[in-house]
C-alpha cells in the first residue's frame, strides 16, 4: 500500500490539515476489505444502473462508469492497480481511480449514496457468495462422509460413554452421527443467507436520500430477495455476519470433535483407524513419530472462530444507532471465520477418503469392554425379570468373567446360568456383538440395514446441494 505526499481525502473540504500518518494507517481498511472489489463494483454498477434509469445521471455517465469500471476490473486483475493507504478503504480507492479515468461521471456515482449503505451491500455480496461456497464445500464433505459410511456399514466398534466402552455401534452409524450434525450445519448457513440477502443501498448515510431512488431494481440487478425495510437498520446492523459466525462457530465446534476422534482413534492404542500419510507429518527429534496434525489443527482453529463470534458480539453491543467507525472492525474477524471454515472443509473433504479401518482392532476392543451386557440386561428383562435386577445379575456375571479374563459370551454356559436360571443356550445370539448390532432394528439404530437405509435417504438430501457435476 502506497502513501501519496498529501492526502487527498474526498471529505477534506471541511479540514485545515491533512490527517498524520499514524491516523491514516490506523482508520484504513484498505488491506483487508480490497478483497471485496468485486462486490463493490458490482453494486456500484448497479446503482449507477438505477440513477441513470432515474434520470438522475445521464445514460452518458452510466456509460463512463461502465467503461471505467471496466478499465478498473481489468487493472485489478492484472495486479496492476495501486491501493492507496491514504484512500482509506477499497469505495474510496474504486471511486477516485474511476474519476481518474472518466472524469465527472465518476463524481456522479455516489449521488444518493453514502460509504455507510455501500459497504453494508458489499459485505452481503460477499458473505452471500461465501456462504454459497460454503454450502457447497459441506456438501462434498458430507458426500464423503457418507462414501466411508457405506463401506463400514457393518464394521463393529465400540461406541463410547465417558470414554468408556458402552455398547457395540458400526462405524457407519457413528459417521452418520456427523452426516446429520453437519446437516444442521448446512441448514443454519442457509437460514443466515436468507436474512443476508437483503439490500441495504438506499439508506444512504443513516436517512435514507432525497432523489428519487428505486431500491427494489437495485436489490433485482443484484439478486437480493429484498429490501432492508429500515434505512437505520440497514447501516447499523451487522447481525447477519455474527449469525454467519455463530453457525460457523458450530460447524467449527462439529468437526472439532470429528477432529479429536481421528486423533483418538489413529493412537495406536486405539488403532481403529489409519489416516493416509499425507495429512501426517513426522516429528524433527523422534523418528517413529506419525502425528495426526491436520485433524489437531482442525481442533485447534475452531478457536479462532469462536473468539471472531465473541469479537463481533462485542464489537456491536455498544454502539448507538446507526453507523460507527467501530463497524469497520466488522471484516476481519468476518474473513478470517471464511477462510478457516473453507480450508477446514476443503481439508476434511480431502482427508475423510483416506481413512481406512482396523476392524480386527475394534473388535477386540469391544470384547475386553464387555459391550454386550446391556443386551444380556434385555434379554433376561424379556424373560420377566425387573430391569434393575437384570441389570445387578449382568453386573455380576461380569465381574466374573473380568476374574477368568474373558469375554461374556466366552463364559460357559453353566456358568452364565449360575447367575440367572432365565438363561438358556439362545443367549449365544445375543451376546456376540454382530448380534447386538443386528438387534437394532429401527430407524435411527445401529443395525447395519438401518446404516445402509439412513445412508440412502441421506444422499437424497444430499442429491441437490451436490449438483449435477459432483453427484
Ligand atoms: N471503511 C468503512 C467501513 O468499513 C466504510 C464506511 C465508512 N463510512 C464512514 N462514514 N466513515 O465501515
Not at 144 to 164: D, K, N, V
Request: charged share 25%; hydrophobic share 45%; net charge negative.
Amino acid at each position: 500500500m502506497s502513501r501519496s505526499d498529501l492526502p487527498q481525502y474526498t471529505w477534506a473540504g471541511r479540514f485545515s490539515e491533512p490527517t498524520s500518518e499514524l491516523v491514516a494507517r490506523y482508520t484504513a481498511s484498505v488491506a483487508f476489505d480490497c478483497r471485496m472489489w468485486r462486490q463493490d463494483i458490482r453494486a456500484s454498477l448497479a446503482h449507477a444502473t438505477m440513477l441513470a434509469r432515474q434520470g438522475i445521471i445521464s445514460q452518458d455517465d452510466l456509460a463512463d462508469i461502465e467503461r471505467g469500471m471496466a478499465q478498473i476490473t481489468r487493472e485489478i486483475e492484472a495486479g496492476e492497480f495501486v491501493w492507496s493507504v491514504d484512500l482509506e478503504d477499497v469505495h474510496f480507492n474504486i471511486e477516485k481511480r474511476l474519476t481518474a479515468l472518466v472524469g465527472d461521471a465518476g463524481k456522479r456515482l455516489h449521488t444518493g449514496r453514502s460509504r455507510n449503505d455501500q459497504v453494508a451491500t458489499d459485505i452481503r455480496l460477499y458473505l452471500r457468495e461465501a456462504i454459497d461456497a460454503i454450502l457447497a464445500l459441506l456438501a462434498r464433505f458430507q458426500a464423503a462422509l457418507l462414501e466411508l459410511a457405506e463401506q463400514e456399514a457393518a464394521t463393529a466398534m465400540p461406541g463410547f460413554t465417558h470414554l468408556q466402552v458402552a455398547q457395540p455401534v458400526t462405524f457407519g452409524h457413528h459417521l452418520l452421527a456427523y452426516f446429520e450434525m453437519t446437516r444442521r450445519d448446512s441448514e443454519r448457513f442457509a437460514e443466515c443467507r436468507a436474512r443476508t440477502n437483503r439490500l441495504p443501498l438506499g439508506a444512504a448515510a443513516l436517512a435514507g436520500t432525497s432523489y428519487p431512488i428505486d431500491r427494489h431494481l437495485v436489490a433485482e440487478l443484484l439478486g437480493f430477495d429484498e429490501i432492508c425495510a429500515n434505512s437505520l437498520d440497514a447501516v447499523a446492523d451487522r447481525d447477519f455476519a455474527i449469525e454467519f459466525c455463530a453457525a460457523g462457530s458450530l460447524l467449527m465446534m462439529h468437526l472439532s470433535r470429528l477432529a479429536e476422534e481421528l486423533v483418538l482413534w489413529m493412537n495406536p492404542r486405539f488403532g481403529f483407524i489409519r489416516i493416509a500419510d499425507r495429512f501426517c507429518t513426522g516429528s524433527s527429534i523422534m523418528p517413529q513419530k506419525k502425528n495426526p496434525d491436520v485433524p489437531e489443527l482442525a481442533r485447534g482453529k475452531s478457536g479462532r472462530v469462536f473468539g471472531h463470534l465473541l469479537a463481533l458480539l462485542t464489537l456491536m453491543k455498544g454502539q448507538p444507532l446507526a453507523y460507527n467507525k467501530d463497524n469497520q472492525e466488522d471484516k476481519e474477524p468476518l474473513f478470517d471465520t471464511v477462510d478457516t471454515l473453507t480450508d477446514t472443509l476443503r481439508v476434511f473433504v480431502e482427508l475423510i477418503p483416506g481413512i481406512t479401518t482396523e476392524p480386527a482392532n475394534m473388535r477386540a476392543a469391544l470384547r475386553q469392554g464387555y459391550a454386550t451386557a446391556t443386551d444380556l440386561a434385555d434379554y433376561l428383562t424379556r424373560r420377566g425379570l425387573p430391569f434393575r435386577d437384570a441389570h445387578a445379575v449382568v453386573g455380576r456375571a461380569v465381574r466374573r468373567a473380568e476374574e477368568l479374563g474373558v469375554d461374556l459370551a466366552q463364559l460357559p454356559l453353566a456358568e452364565l446360568q449360575g447367575f440367572s436360571p432365565l438363561i438358556e443356550d439362545d443367549v449365544d445370539r445375543l451376546l456376540s456383538i454382530d448380534g447386538s448390532l443386528a438387534a437394532r432394528q429401527h430407524p435411527g439404530g445401529t443395525a447395519p440395514t438401518q446404516v445402509l437405509a439412513a445412508i440412502d435417504r441421506a444422499r437424497r438430501t444430499l442429491a441437490g446441494a451436490l449438483g449435477p457435476a459432483d453427484g
